[in-house]
T-cell receptor
């Protein structure tokens, strides 16, 4: 049981280049999330997907797009990378759509992205 | 907005001692809390959670205490080991999908030999 798997682990891009970060979970979770983590800023939500076929903006969506390919996979795309997008990106999943059933987020190990 | 924060940014303890990491929250309606451990170069790892109908919950070498009166929770790690060195933060799930989890900034635990 791998949990949440992210690829690639590391990436260096030049300003203006595009790339897609991949995420897959094998826990049959309904909800999936993309976060970025910057020093002193904590985790900030970029986009989330409540269920297969739906996506919504989070706190910092500008410059990103997402695709919920199926229940397992949720990708994050940078169309034109900027140095401000240098960060560590975490994908996460959760089984329940609200906290009534009290389920935690499960995170992947991140993609470390540098934009020069 | 509501916030979940930590009292101390760093904590150093001797190997074998007990560690206590604190977290304050501001939303009195919160009814569920999660503790995460994040080791260097890794993603946050779920440690333990607690519901508001409980004051205490124990796991393997970890105990979470919840004081709803003062809106405070703590994570206690017994017999701290070098492998416990990490950043620990508390989190509060949203009421629904439209809201974000509220994460504390984290406390870095350093275990001294």
């Amino acid at each position: 049981n791998a949990g949440v798997t992210q690829t690639p682990k590391f990436q260096v891009l030049k300003t203006g280049q595009s790339m897609t970060l991949q995420c897959a979970q094998d826990m049959n979770h309904n909800s999936m999330y993309w976060y970025r983590q910057d020093p002193g800023m904590g985790l900030r939500l970029i986009y989330y997907s409540a269920s297969e076929g739906t996506t919504d903006k989070g706190e910092v969506p500008n410059g990103y797009n997402v695709s919920r390919l199926n229940k397992r996979e949720f990708s994050l795309r940078l169309e034109s990378a900027a140095p401000s997008q240098t960060s560590v990106y975490f994908c996460a999943s959760m089984s329940s759509r609200n906290k009534v059933s009290n389920s935690p987020l499960h995170f992947g190990n991140g993609t470390r992205l540098t934009v020069t | 907005g509501e916030s979940v924060g930590l009292h101390l940014p760093t904590l150093s303890v001797q190997e074998g001692d007990n560690s206590i990491i604190n977290c304050a929250y501001s939303n009195s309606a919160s009814d569920y809390f999660i503790w995460y451990k994040q080791e260097s170069g890794k993603g946050p790892q779920f440690i333990i959670d607690i519901r508001s109908n409980m004051d205490k919950r124990q796991g393997q070498r970890v105990t979470v205490l919840l004081n709803k009166t003062v809106k405070h929770l703590s994570l206690q790690i017994a017999a701290t080991q070098p492998g416990d060195s990490a950043v620990y933060f508390c989190a509060e799930p949203p009421d629904n999908y439209g809201q974000n989890f509220v994460f504390g900034p984290g406390t870095r635990l350093s275990v001294l030999p």
